[in-house]
Nanobody
Framework: QVQLVESGGGLVQPGGSLRLSCAAS????????MGWFRQAPGKEREFVAT????????NSADSVKGRFTISRDNAKNTVYLQMMSLKPEDTAIYYC?????????????????WGQGTQVTVSS
């Protein structure tokens, strides 16, 4: 198993930026693609971004494309989500997840380990 701990959430004004981090421990970090998902109050969990095991390929939801960037540092066993030009509709709990394969996926069912989540609130 892998343990995932997110950090970096908080309150930010519209148009602001945040960087989320997810530190992994346990199974070999490079054996897994990583992903970020989010869940807003009263809504289902939705895919945000994913990155393959090496960091050479990423994929993101249309709603965040051009604003959010996923990256990973395999030497530090950490995955990041850089969020820019934040909007109120980005308000949600953000979850980091480790995939069962080395290749990224938009499907939550492809991820078997999840962090506890970190709250992001975009409000003036």
């Amino acid at each position: 198993q892998v343990q995932l701990v997110e950090s970096g959430g908080g309150l930010v004004q519209p148009g602001g930026s945040l960087r989320l981090s997810c530190a992994a421990s346990g199974r070999t970090f490079t054996s897994s693609a990583m992903g970020w998902f989010r869940q807003a109050p009263g809504k289902e969990r939705e895919f945000v971004a994913t990155i393959n095991w090496s960091g050479s390929r990423t994929n993101s939801a249309d709603s965040v494309k051009g604003r959010f960037t996923i990256s990973r540092d395999n030497a530090k066993n950490t995955v990041y989500l850089q969020m820019m030009s934040l909007k109120p509709e980005d308000t949600a709990i953000y979850y980091c997840a480790a995939a069962m394969s080395r290749y990224g996926s938009r499907e939550a069912s492809e991820y078997d380990q999840w962090g506890q989540g970190t709250q992001v609130t975009v409000s003036s």
